[in-house]
């Protein structure tokens, strides 16, 4: 099978499992509770939770600018991430506040930043579903195009690094950060030019793709939407039919 052919088939697979992906926006006591065990279960065998102190929530979580997803995969919690919305007025987020000196030039020329933070997946459930980080990521792709951002960031580890540079094109912002802030892992900064990249990732993989519909349901504010939606499905088949 040619490198095509492969591709091909990658992305009709991941499209079959969005099929039983649900993402839910966390908004209430609740639903953190289940979004800080998933978290510490994930981190915990990452080996970075006794570095993060005795709670899996922190009040970035309660940002103005914040929205906190937990991805669904037949109705079962198996992922969640964090969107960070940093633009020059409101440049609050754990990137910006960890690397000021990178970021904020950025900021004062009027560039805007979407800073995806506490990605966690259940460890055994990727073991079974390895696209589950694709589907999570999905959420930050969408956040660039609802807002129309110059840039994403990808702190993370740097064997994690490869990765994002071959399926987002990310490039470094800074070296290697060897045992940051003695959490015991090395970690790059990375970050996406959104206006040249989206283009080609949409149509290297189509899975990625949401219709304006959804991305309003996953980041416009609630008091704009009728009746806040409790799940939200992805829309990117419908417009790989259209």
Known sequence: MDKTSKQSVFNEKLLGILDKVEYRRISYTED??????????AFLAADIMPFLGDSAVDAYDFDPQAYVFGVYYDEELVSTV??????????????RKAFPEVLDPLLDAGKTIIDPARLAADPAIVREIPAIPYLTLRIATMATDYFKVDHCL???????????????????????????????????????????????????????????FEQKMMFAPHEEQEIPPLTIRPTAKYLRAA
């Open 82 to 95: 964090r969107i960070h919305h940093v633009t020059p007025d409101h440049r609050t987020s754990p990137a």
């Open 154 to 212: 990808a702190f993370v580890k740097t064997t994690h690094e490869a990765f994002y540079t071959r399926v987002f094109e990310a490039y470094r912002l800074l070296q290697p950060q060897y045992n940051w802030n003695n959490y015991n892992v090395d970690a790059v900064l990375l970050s996406v030019n959104v206006p040249a990249t989206l283009p080609r990732l949409y149509t290297r993989f189509p899975f990625f793709r949401s219709q304006l």
């Open 32 to 41: 953190f509770e289940d979004i800080a065990r998933l978290r510490r279960k």
